[in-house]
């Protein structure tokens, strides 16, 4: 990924482009807020990392330039320990992330980058399906397709209690499940953290059930094996289920109605999946935390 990192002190910019070109990053250093501004407005970068104080421009006013010519830029800053408060204003300005100095650990800085870079690579591919979507839904028209929201239950507890390793292996077993589960036509992608979509053509409603209830199952009867202890950890998944065009004609709309339902799954207890005509039927309007 391309990075612009932004700091006036040469010897903490250098150590920062060495870790992120060691990650396997392409860095463009600067020493100025000036100067990170002119290289960002010339060709745009999707993440910037810059120290809050430098001289004229400081980061926070950087930050500001940045997301007003590019909102979908993510931002991380720096700070100092003894400027913890001015991190804090700028994450409510907008900033993806800080990282205080001095590093504890040189690690932090890849650990910062590489989350960023995946919320970057997930807005992307977010992006890349709601096209396919519309066109898909140009192209068929005329035909039913059904659209599959499918969110991992509790995947934030599950990374905590039983490690990343673990939250990674989770995401492959649902991912292995859909492709059982999926004929050669269907088209699934990740949506994102712990989301997966699935675009199943000349499917109706109660088709896609059928398919959505066959992936919940499959999900539940698998297990995850903790890498620690090697003991088994249940896995579920809550499902959202829309239909072209009963349920939506356009691609946005199809989506959204898919993710109502899934919303819908979660308020009823997760480990099921709800179609998009029984989320309305519910009369909920309170939108859950996923997960």
Not at 71 to 88: I, K, Q, R
């Amino acid at each position: 990924m391309r990075i612009l990192v932004a700091d006036d002190e040469t010897t903490l910019r250098t150590v920062i482009s060495q870790v992120l070109v060691a990650d396997g990053h392409e860095v463009v250093a600067v020493g100025s807020g000036e100067e990170a501004l002119e290289r960002f407005k010339a060709d745009p970068f999707p993440l910037v990392v810059t120290d809050v104080v430098m001289g004229r421009m400081s980061g926070l006013e950087l930050l500001s330039q940045v997301k007003a010519f590019d909102p979908d830029c993510l931002v991380v800053v720096m700070t100092s320990h003894a400027s913890l408060e001015t991190a804090m204003k700028a994450l409510q300005a907008g900033a993806y992330d800080f990282l205080v100095k001095p590093f504890d650990e040189i690690e932090l800085i890849s650990a910062v980058v590489a989350r960023a870079a995946e919320k970057i690579k997930l807005a992307a591919e977010n992006q890349r399906f709601v096209g396919m979507l519309q066109e898909k839904t140009a192209q068929l028209h005329t035909r039913q397709f059904s659209l599959l929201i499918v969110d991992v239950d509790h995947f934030k507890r599950f990374n905590d209690s039983f490690g990343h390793l673990a939250g990674d292996e989770a995401l492959l077993r649902v991912a292995d499940v859909l492709r059982a589960n999926s004929r050669a036509s269907c088209v699934a992608a990740r949506y994102g953290g712990e989301e997966f979509v699935l675009l199943v053509p000349e499917v109706d409603r109660p088709g896609a059930l059928i398919v959505a209830e066959r992936i919940r199952a499959g999900v539940r009867d698998s297990a995850v094996s903790d890498p620690l202890t090697g003991a088994a950890r249940p896995l579920t998944v809550s499902i959202g289920v829309a239909t072209f065009p009963d349920d939506a004609t356009d691609a946005n709309r199809l989506i959204d109605r898919a993710d109502r339902a899934l919303y819908a799954a979660k308020e009823a207890g997760r480990d099921r999946v709800v179609l998009a005509t029984d989320a309305e039927h519910s009369g909920s309007e309170n939108v859950p935390v996923k997960g």
